[in-house]
């Protein structure tokens, strides 16, 4: 990810903070960024979304290699420790989702990618009949897990840390992850 297109998520996110996505007025918002192929508020959105990838990325050299659970389990937290930084400001995209919901379908290919990420990380191979079903698993694990972490005020996390344990002792009752 290059550096402009860093500082413009940090931009938005910083927005976000006090204001709507709503409120963006792109053209303005636009005018003194170096960044193309940003043409709608989606496209901002998507960019956060590559952020957060990006940090999550740079974060995963303090992982340690284990079971794919438990290393499943550390960079989903790892992603969440992410969107904590920028709480509210994802919170206002969330509510935003939630009164708008037809927006969420322009993003879900770049989900899918980062949780093809996300499993690629834990040394899940997402290939296959048996990797489409987990990618499906941890896409749906994660949204259910991202309503906790919306929930869950505490500085560490420990309601999300919590549901996301009990969500992948659940799943492995069903499935293996290696």
Avoid at 44 to 60: E, P, R, S, T, Y
Avoid at 151 to 166: I, W
């Amino acid at each position: 990810m290059n550096q402009n297109k860093i500082s413009l998520a940090k931009k938005t996110l910083q927005y976000l903070e006090k204001k709507k996505i709503t409120d963006i007025n792109l053209k303005n918002f636009l005018s003194k960024t170096k960044v193309t192929g940003i043409n709608n508020k989606i496209d901002l959105i998507l960019n956060i979304n590559d952020f957060f990838d990006f940090q999550l990325k740079k974060n995963l050299v303090n992982i340690e290699k284990s079971s794919q659970r438990d290393m499943l389990f550390e960079i989903m937290m790892a992603r969440y420790d992410i969107l904590n930084e920028y709480r509210t400001s994802v919170k206002n995209i969330i509510i935003h989702f939630k009164s708008s919901p037809q927006g969420v379908l322009k993003l879900i290919p770049k989900l899918i990618e980062s949780k093809i990420l996300i499993a690629t990380f834990a040394n899940i191979n997402p290939s296959g009949i048996q990797g489409v079903i987990k990618i499906k698993i941890i896409f749906a694990l994660y949204y259910i897990t991202l309503f906790t972490w919306f929930n869950d005020e505490n500085e560490s996390l420990e309601k999300t840390m919590s549901a996301l344990d009990k969500y992948l002792n659940n799943i492995e009752k069903v499935i293996k992850f290696s």
